[in-house]
């Protein structure tokens, strides 16, 4: 079975600094990875995703992700944060239909 | 185009009531969850259906069934509510897009359970 690990529960992150959130996954065959955020209140919006090709994807609000198999790593990266980017952030790793996910990572900005 | 709307939002049980979540999804997606988010615990599926008039069990399923009995539709039933069911909901549904299957979610259902 598959599964997902994000070590870091909670990141403090300054205005305009660069953000790193980490995710670990465990899975038999080619992952399919995906990057979610959930603002407050709010449901899950996706990010970007990967499941073959460049290792290095693009997705909305200025993400980025880079899947590294050796590492079994899909770590997310912004290099400039915004006050809006305070969220929680989940990574998933995709079987056929349907997604595990990891128990999440909260981001908060300082200004 | 609403996407994946639930309802209701907000919601309080005493122990032992039951009630209903709607999901409705206006995409002609083939693949409908249910998913619970605890703190802590990110989500685990409880339900899902790969097509009109299928279910299945998920992760965390006791305590909860489902019915697809619309391809738009999909709800999620307890027929007795217990505290530890106290969680907020999540409605997804999907769609295959290349080799991948994209989830859109729904904004959620806060049920408290007392």
């Known amino acids: 079975a598959q599964s997902v690990t994000q070590p870091d529960i909670h990141i403090t992150v300054s205005e305009g600094a660069s953000l790193e959130l980490r995710c670990n996954y465990s899975?038999?065959?080619?992952?399919?990875l995906f990057w979610y955020v959930q603002s407050p209140g709010q449901g899950l919006q996706l990010l970007l995703k990967?499941?073959?090709?460049?290792?290095l994807v693009q997705g909305i609000k200025g993400f980025e992700a880079e899947f590294k198999r050796s590492q079994s790593s899909f770590n997310l990266r912004k290099p400039s944060v915004h006050w809006s980017d305070a969220a929680e952030y989940f990574c998933?790793?995709?079987?056929?239909?349907?997604?595990?996910f990891g128990a999440g990572t909260t981001v908060t900005v300082r200004a | 185009n609403a996407g994946v709307t639930q309802t209701p939002k907000f919601r309080v049980l005493k122990t032992g009531q039951s009630m209903t979540l709607l999901c409705a999804q206006d995409?002609?997606?083939?693949?409908m969850y249910w998913y619970r988010q605890d703190p802590g615990m990110g989500l685990r599926l409880i339900h899902y259906?790969?097509?009109?008039?299928?279910?299945a069990k998920g992760e965390v399923p006791d305590g909860y069934n489902v019915s697809r009995l619309k391809k738009q539709n999909f709800l999620l039933g307890l027929e007795s509510a217990a505290p530890s069911q106290t969680s907020v909901y999540f409605c997804?549904?999907?769609?295959?897009?290349?080799?991948?299957?994209?989830?859109?979610f729904g904004p959620g259902t806060r049920l408290t359970v007392t």
């Open positions: 259906s790969v097509g009109e008039g299928t279910t």
């Open positions: 899975y038999g065959a080619t992952p399919y």
């Open positions: 990967y499941f073959s090709g460049d290792t």
């Open positions: 995409m002609n997606h083939e693949y």
């Open positions: 998933a790793v995709g079987a056929e239909y349907k997604l595990s």
């Open positions: 997804a549904s999907s769609r295959r897009v290349a080799v991948t299957y994209e989830q859109y």
